[in-house]
């Protein structure tokens, strides 16, 4: 690693990573022997400190492209590079966030948070600092000392986001994050992220099937259709930030979400009935 | 107080509480030594058909010393099985889990082995083993192998996909992921195992020791029979059960303190 940041968050400003991915298809074979073509051909570039969802119906293959960019699978062909470095196996610049929390029960909270700490042998002293912090930027300092078990289903994905968060990577990969949580508080986390990420501005990847909140959240949506996925569309959204509820009003906010809509219905996903 | 023993919050107190928590069931087995004790009374069964409670305390009483020899040779067996079980079914539970050859060939066969009777293993182990400690002590392993290591090997294999990817996305070794993710997880499963397993060497050991022996509450419990020394076949029952409920509380004490964390609450709200 050519950074070695150890103190905690002291107003500096870190950049993301840029990803470029060229060319980038995906086949495996299925259980039952017969070869499932994930992604075909996908070309994209994402800048450092962008904010990039992408949505697509289920089977577009979305999280296998995490996957290829996180260097967890091999991508058959094509090419990944990710700050500038071409991607074979698992990067160590990049942080995880799945739908499930997948927090170890058997650790406390603040243990849960300390976990990439340990495992890439960071400082543990300025990091045990900076994972206080992240906790208590999201309400949950008094629940340092507390078991995963004794939390909510809203609290827990917020202490797998500070986990992520911890390690200061300068890509956040997100896989449908808050897809089981509740209406009330995926907003909520919505805001959180946002927070988080207006201050670190680390790049991230964020995959959802919520359109509302691909458009909430991003700089770009990436418009996915399914076997083989490909591109269909790219939105780019400049409304304006702090976004909140009152974007959700916005006259733009609504024409982008209409337009990713369309997609959907041109795919056959939706329909107008 | 009211004689149905309902647990109240207003009573302060740790004993209070036991006694509001374990009341009814020291109810139940008070009511059924009194039904016992008034029965072989007044029936007047003889002694060595079914002794009255009164006469098996006594009994106890009267020959601790020869109880407490034996029960300490089974207690002997029982733990060199028991722990002979640990110390190969953890290692083979790691090796299937890693080794393709283990998991495709060795668990197969280890499952398929499990349906054997060891019980009727132990003549032959007699034939080779001869009239000591040995037999006994690997009736008690053969016995209580089998649920540790397929405990264990399902506790190691329930690790999440995705938590697996997050530790290799850290750049986490096999030694790092098996030491923080998969044993950790396989905890409460391995004691889950371990519980099974320490109730079963009980009963291995003292099944060794019906086979042929020449101490050990089994045996004591053979010379009774024979002797019809029924109330002294009784105390050894007594002494065995309570040599099996100290042996699992200590192996559930001892999860106790390796998992604090499995005691916390499941379901709260934010």
């Known amino acids: 690693m050519i950074d070695n940041r150890t103190g905690p968050a002291a107003g500096d400003f870190r950049a993301g990573v840029p990803i470029r991915i060229a060319g980038v298809t995906k086949r495996y074979l299925s259980a039952r022997g017969g070869e499932v073509h994930a992604l075909d051909e996908i070309d994209l570039a994402i800048a450092g400190g962008e904010f990039v969802s992408i949505v697509g119906p289920s089977g577009c293959g979305k999280s296998t492209l995490l996957m290829l960019i996180s260097g967890l699978i091999p991508a058959t062909t094509g090419t990944i590079e990710v700050g500038g470095v071409r991607v074979k196996g698992a990067i160590g610049n990049v942080a995880i966030v799945f739908q499930r929390d997948v927090l170890l029960d058997w650790r406390t909270v603040l243990a849960n948070v300390l976990l990439p700490v340990e495992i890439k042998k960071l400082d543990p002293v300025s990091h045990r600092r900076k994972a206080q912090e992240l906790l208590r930027s999201v309400g949950l300092e008094e629940f340092e000392d507390k078991y995963p078990g004794e939390l909510s289903g809203g609290m827990r994905q917020r202490v797998a986001i500070c986990r992520a968060l911890v390690q200061d990577p300068g890509l956040l990969l997100m896989d449908e994050p808050f897809g089981a949580l509740d209406a009330l508080t995926r907003e909520q986390m919505n805001l959180y992220l946002q927070r988080m990420w207006l201050r670190d501005r680390n790049t991230v990847l964020f995959i959802t099937h919520s359109i509302e909140e691909a458009v909430l959240l991003s700089d770009r949506v990436v418009v996915m259709s399914s076997r083989p996925g490909r591109i269909a569309d790219i939105v780019t959204d400049d409304l304006p930030r702090p976004r909140g509820a009152h974007t959700r009003s916005d006259p733009r906010f609504i024409e982008h979400v209409e337009r990713i809509r369309r997609h959907f219905l041109a795919l056959g996903v939706l329909s107008e009935t | ?270």
């Open chain 2, 1 to 270: 107080m009211t004689t149905i023993a309902v647990p109240s919050p207003a009573t302060p107190g740790k004993l209070a509480f036991w006694i509001s928590r374990n009341g009814p069931v020291l109810a139940i087995f008070a009511l059924v030594f009194a039904l016992w004790e008034i029965a072989v009374r007044a029936l007047q069964i003889p002694d060595y058909i079914l002794p009255s409670p009164s006469v098996i305390v006594v009994k106890i009483v009267v020959s601790w010393q020869l109880l407490l020899e034996n029960a300490f040779v089974t207690l002997q067996e029982i733990l060199l099985g028991f722990g002979l079980s640990v110390v190969i079914a953890i290692p083979l539970a790691i090796a299937v889990v890693y080794s393709r050859i283990f998991e495709r060939v060795a668990f197969p066969f280890m499952v398929s082995l499990q349906t054997i009777p060891k019980v009727a293993l132990a003549p032959i182990l007699v034939i080779w083993l001869g009239y000591g400690i040995m037999p006994k002590v690997m009736v008690a392993f053969l016995i209580s192998f089998f649920p540790i290591v397929i405990n264990s090997v399902i506790g190691m294999r329930s690790a999440e996909k995705e938590m697996i990817y997050l530790v290799q996305s850290m750049g986490a070794s096999e030694l790092t992921t098996f030491l923080k993710i998969r044993l950790p997880k396989a905890l409460p499963s391995i004691f889950g195992g371990l519980k099974v397993g320490i109730g079963q060497a009980v009963v291995g050991a003292t099944v060794g020791e019906f086979i042929a022996a020449e101490r050990g509450l089994g045996y004591l419990q053979l010379i009774s029979q024979v002797r019809l020394d029924t109330p002294l076949l009784f105390a050894a029952v007594v002494v065995l059960s309570l040599l099996g409920v100290l042996l699992f509380n200590a192996v559930a004490f001892a999860e106790r303190i390796a998992l604090p964390w499995s005691r916390v609450a499941t379901d709260v709200a934010e």
